[in-house]
């Protein structure tokens, strides 16, 4: 407004020296820096020099507990705050020298913020005026001044109104700048910004956004169906939330949009008469959540699939509340519901062998004794009768006075592994029992041969050929029977019986095809049977005898037969009566027990040994027996 005005026609400082208002100038931190005459004047001044360069509750104190101290600080801090003016409209003040008598004045004022050429605030500009008079007038002579005394009351009680307003205000715009999730106010069908905390500036990666619709500040979201939600929302008024949605977003500056997962509610805000201006955003960015939710049910998934692929399930044994927590294998191992998450220990302890449970609750006794201890390595299980096992591994977790709190651990099927393993020693016991078969028929072959042979070279060659025969034998056990039919089993058995066909009697109803492995569990027991008879049994004394018989019967069932093959000895030594405890024995009666019908009866009779076997066969019809088989013999005998 002085641009008119010649610069050596007005000082602006004699302006403002010469106004009849009160002015004093304040810097951020209430420096007094300078005012003008009126306010020396209004004050009580005499000189400049008493008040510049001083605070101003140094310049004229108060106590900071008093009202004119509370009104005064809230309305500086309202102009810092805003950038805006602020008016104070009546505070009581004493501005008396220190050392005078109080006295004790009304005061109206306005702050007003001035700027630097930057357009920052720089200065604060009071224009006081003393209203002293009117309040003594209204204390004077409340009737006669009703207006004045009107005035008064309600300019106090508006300053009162509006310090608790701005102080709420203040409040509500801090806690709304300071929330932890981003809010946000949209307003209109076209859902333009009004309000945006700094969480919500954050996630979206922009600071402008007030004034802007949805599509003009997000347009990378219009097309994620959100504007949509919002456009329904606006529509019907009725709320929407959402759970780790996911939305890109592209920030300023970003090439590429970031993907970010948010929980967020649409809440329609209401006018007085009900009508929809706009709706509350609010949420909260869970993207690190959903990751770590995302890395564990990975790792979850990963431990499931390594612990299904090793044949592992795992527990979690609780000892306050006595139940345990299992992996799905782990249920399976032990036959427990899957539907039972938290599984009652006395449920799994039922399912243990009685010995080994019993060993597991010592063992768990000595843990709470305070005992290091670790769980079994091998537990049988007993469900339905059936026996399997389990390999169990556990950790006892203390808990910080070191009570046993908990067990960790893992369990894994062991039933194929004792299965082999008992296979296995079967198999070693049966190898070094046949070799000492092997090696007691070869004893008697020799022997015999050697005491009835007329020459050295008739014994070289009877014996090479009765153990080449032999050999064809034990070559048929071994590998299986080639030729599975009934009658070729049962000569290759008496191979190694050589001039002995006298005292073996066979009588045979028909012949039959055998299944391979029942041709080869038959063949192992009249094995045994016939090195038993040459050792101890009838065929090793002159007059003992062997007979064997079989009969097929059809099956009612269907195709196949059913075959019985009883061998009877007679004449030999004296035998024990009772049933046979040895290897032998137990190889005989176990050699069909894969067949269904399978049965295998061996007795000790005091007249000579007895065994029955029963098994599956298919009957042949219509085809005679070898011919030769008379001749094989007869020429095994000479």
């Not at 509370?70 to 501005?95: G, K, M, W």
């Not at 759970?243 to 929980?263: I, K, T, Y």
């Not at 007085?272 to 955003?281: R, Y």
């Not at 390595?377 to 007993?382: G, S």
Request: hydrophobic fraction near 40%.
């Amino acid at each position: 407004m002085f641009s008119k005005l010649a610069a050596d026609d007005l000082d602006l400082r004699d302006l403002f020296n010469a106004s009849a208002n009160a002015y004093v100038i304040f810097t951020r931190d209430l420096i007094i820096a300078g005012c003008n005459d009126a306010y020396l004047k209004a004050v009580g001044r005499d000189s400049r020099e008493e008040i510049i360069g001083r605070h101003l509750f140094e310049a004229f104190p108060a106590d900071p507990a008093s009202d004119e101290y509370r009104i005064l600080t809230a309305s500086f801090n309202r102009v810092l705050e805003t950038n805006q003016p602020d008016h104070v409209a009546l505070v009581p003040y004493d501005t008396s020298r220190p050392g005078e008598p109080p006295a004790l004045r009304y005061w109206s004022a306005t702050h007003t913020p001035l700027r630097n050429k930057a357009g920052e605030l720089a200065y604060i500009l009071q224009h006081t005026q003393d209203v002293t008079e009117l309040q003594q007038l209204r204390e004077r002579d409340a009737r006669a001044n009703m207006v004045e005394s009107g005035v008064l009351a309600r300019a106090q009680a508006v300053q009162t109104a509006s310090d608790k307003l701005f102080g709420e205000i203040a409040l509500l715009r801090e806690l709304f700048e300071q929330a932890p999730g981003f809010i946000a106010v949209l307003t209109g069908p076209t859902h333009v910004f009004q309000l945006a905390n700094d969480a919500y500036r954050r996630l979206v990666g922009r600071d402008t956004l007030v004034g802007l619709s949805l599509a003009e500040a997000l347009p990378e979201v219009v097309g994620q169906g959100f504007t949509d939600i919002l456009d329904e929302v606006w529509r019907t008024g009725t709320p929407y939330s959402g759970q780790d949605v996911p939305v890109f977003l592209r920030g300023s500056g970003m090439a590429e949009p970031r993907l970010r997962h948010v929980d967020f509610v649409y809440q329609p805000i209401r006018d007085a008469q009900g009508e929809m201006t706009g709706i509350f955003v609010q949420g909260h960015d869970v993207t690190e959540r959903w990751r770590a939710q995302r890395d564990l049910e990975r790792q979850t998934e990963l431990l499931r699939l390594a612990q299904e692929g090793g044949g592992f399930g795992t527990y979690d044994w609780d000892f306050q509340r006595r139940t345990v927590r299992g992996s799905r294998l782990f249920h399976d191992l032990l036959r427990l519901p899957e539907t039972m998450e938290d599984v009652p220990i006395v449920e799994v302890l039922n399912r243990i062998h009685p010995e080994d449970a019993t060993r597991l609750i010592g063992l768990a006794a000595d843990s709470a004794a305070g005992a290091d201890v670790e769980m079994p390595h091998e537990l049988r299980l007993l469900v339905d009768g059936q026996i399997t096992w389990i390999g169990a591994r556990g950790t006892v977790v203390r808990d910080a006075q070191g009570r046993p709190e908990r067990v960790l651990g893992a369990v894994q099927d062991l039933t194929q592994r004792k299965q082999i393993e008992e296979r296995l020693d079967m198999v070693a016991r049966e190898s070094a029992h046949r070799v000492k078969n092997i090696l007691t028929i070869i004893q008697i072959i020799t022997e015999n041969t050697l005491r009835r042979a007329p020459s050295i070279e008739a014994a070289r060659e009877s014996l090479g050929d009765r153990i080449a025969a032999l050999n064809k034998a034990q070559i048929r056990i071994l590998a299986g029977p080639g030729d599975s039919r009934l009658g070729a089993i049962v000569r290759d058995t008496f191979t190694v019986t050589y001039q002995l066909d006298d005292r073996i009697v066979i009588t045979a109803d028909g012949d039959a095809e055998l299944a391979p492995r029942t041709g080869l569990g038959l063949a192992l027991a009249l094995h045994e049977l016939i090195t038993n008879a040459l050792k101890y049994g009838a065929l090793s004394t002159p007059d003992g005898k062997v007979h064997i018989a079989w009969t097929l019967t059809p099956c009612p069932e269907g195709e196949g037969a059913r075959v019985r093959l009883d061998w009877r000895e007679e004449g030999g030594p004296p035998v024990e009566v009772g049933p046979g405890k040895g290897f032998g024995s137990m190889l005989i009666r176990n050699s069909l027990a894969h067949d269904p019908m399978g049965r295998a009866d061996w007795t000790a009779a005091p007249d000579g040994v007895r065994c029955q076997f029963v098994f599956s066969a298919k009957a042949i019809v219509g085809e005679d027996e070898d011919e030769d088989d008379d001749g094989d013999r007869q020429a095994q005998q000479s």
